[in-house]
C-alpha cells in the first residue's frame, strides 16, 4: 500500500544506495524524511529530496534509547510527531516494538515490493538480487516470497 509519507532508518538509505537505487524511495513517496542522527548514521551526502528533521519529543527518544539505537529511536519519535507516516526499518527488535505501539511500518524489502506493485520499478527481483550481492543480512527464502508477491518468479 501507498502511503506518501515515510520515515527512513540509515539501513534503508544505506542498502538502497549501495545498490544504487535510494530513487526508489524519491519516486514512490511524496515525503521522505530522516532525523539529523540518521542522517549522521547515513555517513554521506543527504540528497535534497529528505527532509530533516529534529525529534521535539527528547523524552520519548531517550526511552526508546533503552531498549534501541539512536537511529531507529529517532524514527520511532518522529513518528509520533508526524501523523499517517509509515517507518521504515530492517531490525526486528525495532520492527517489533514499532508494532507494538501500533505504528505503520515497512522494511527495505516492503519499499521494493511495493514499487514493483505500483508499477515505478519494472523488477523487483532485479533489485533483491543485487541485494543478495551486499552485506545485508537476509534469508534467502525472504527473497524468493519478496520476488513472488511482487508477482514474478523466483
Not at 109 to 134: C, D, F, H, Q, W
Request: glycine share 4%; net charge negative; proline share 3%.
Amino acid at each position: 500500500m501507498h502511503k506518501n509519507l515515510v520515515i527512513a532508518d540509515a539501513s534503508c538509505l544505506i542498502l538502497l544506495n549501495k545498490i544504487d537505487e535510494l530513487n526508489i524511495l524519491k519516486d514512490n513517496y511524496r515525503k521522505v524524511f530522516i532525523t539529523p542522527e540518521i542522517a549522521t548514521e547515513f555517513n554521506l551526502a543527504v540528497p535534497d529530496w529528505i527532509e530533516i528533521i529534529a525529534v521535539r519529543n527528547k523524552t520519548l527518544q531517550a526511552l526508546f534509547e533503552n531498549s534501541l539505537d539512536l537511529g531507529e529511536s529517532t524514527a520511532l519519535s518522529l513518528a509520533f510527531e508526524i501523523p499517517d507516516s509509515t517507518i521504515i526499518l530492517d531490525d526486528l527488535k525495532a520492527r517489533k516494538v514499532t508494532r507494538n505501539l501500533g505504528l505503520q511500518i515497512t522494511g527495505t524489502i516492503g519499499v521494493i515490493v511495493n514499487a514493483k506493485l505500483r508499477g515505478t520499478i519494472p523488477s523487483a527481483k532485479y533489485i533483491l538480487e543485487k541485494i543478495l550481492k551486499t552485506d545485508f543480512r537476509i534469508n534467502a527464502n525472504i527473497i524468493e516470497e519478496a520476488i513472488r508477491i511482487a508477482g514474478e518468479t523466483p
